[in-house]
């Protein structure tokens, strides 16, 4: 009795506003559907963050549909739990209960601590599954009355020893009940692995990159559930985008560099690369004319360049004051604000991931638009936005 351990998808995210990582984080789930259905697995695991938001895309539910299709049409049951990106909004719905709603889901937990007994011949199985908003139940669990099976908790939380700021993490790992099997948990993006006395203790990470510190390669879990205590054996995913960190000091070492390191992804016939540059000392004009050069030219998807002193200090797992907030709709506030969908949809992307790109879209679009410029400046807002805009393009310091 196997099962497949996944995490943190994230469907419908677009990192740095690009089509092409919306389609990264679809594929990177695909795949691991398809590692469930090649290892004939009976249960497929997700601790949480399976959409990005709780109002995702509709290629998103799409992408969502097909791949579970698959495995209800295998007969895998579906154990899913809510993290914080998967909680709805005030009297909304839970893409989540769609899911379920649509027979996809064989045991979902969104708003409350559930679990559920299922029958494998002469093995039985309970998952007791926690929601991120119930993570703090777990202190108060009561061990399940069958005396025949084996229990599994599926859980969205960060665990103290993970090493992150005290703020952030939930409870130790010594406060978790010592009757499970095995625990799956979700949140942390980077595969973790820790022992709960004979126990595994099981993050697998996100399957695809959010964060240059959660780079580079990301995992499934492949779990023998037959067994008493399951060790884990980890599935690298062969669809994640590669990452290239790198520091710039003198453009001739950093050309030499990473036309190495590009050179070695085309051998493997990987995807083009995002880049990473940590900036020592001047010349960042002929850096940025270089990268962009070879982004025009598909030798890479994107770059990003921060200064030596700027370095990225947030925890892979650690979201933004914007993304911890559960029941805030960025978009949604700015658009009452400027009263224009699209225009709303690029200050916030502006907002998350400054870059020049975006700024010039804005420009762009303000110029295609008089009546909307017209309107801003009749209720005194055209002034603010041009500063906003100016104020993030020069964060970036190109």
Known sequence: MFALHVSDTHLGSMQYSLLSRAKDVYAAFGETIEIALRERVDFYIHSGDFFDSPNPPPEAYIVAYKGLKKLRERNIRVVAIAGQHDIPKRYSVSPLHILHDLGLLDLVAVSEAT?????????????????????FSILKLQKPLTKTGKAVLVAHLLLKELGIPSEYADISIKQLPEWFNYIALGDYHIKTEFRHGPC???????????????????????VDLSIDYPK????????????????????????????STLLEIKKKNLKQPIVFVEMHGSGIEQLERYLLSLRVNGEIEFFRIVYSDEKVKEQPIIESIAENIEYIDLQKIVETVVKDRELAALLTSLAKEPSKSLAQKIVDYLKEKPDVVKRLESEFLANKLTSFVKNKVNSLKV
């Open 200 to 222: 595994y203790v099981v993050y697998p990470g996100a399957t695809e990159v959010f964060r240059v510190n959660e780079c580079c390669e990301k995992y499934v879990a492949l």
């Open 232 to 259: 884990p054996e980890y599935i690298k995913l062969s669809s994640t985008r590669p990452w290239i960190r790198i520091t710039y000091s003198d453009f001739q070492k950093f050309v030499s560099e990473l036309s």
């Open 115 to 135: 679990q559920k007994e299922f029958d494998y011949g002469q093995n039985k199985m309970v998952f007791v599954a926690i929601p991120y908003s119930q993570r």
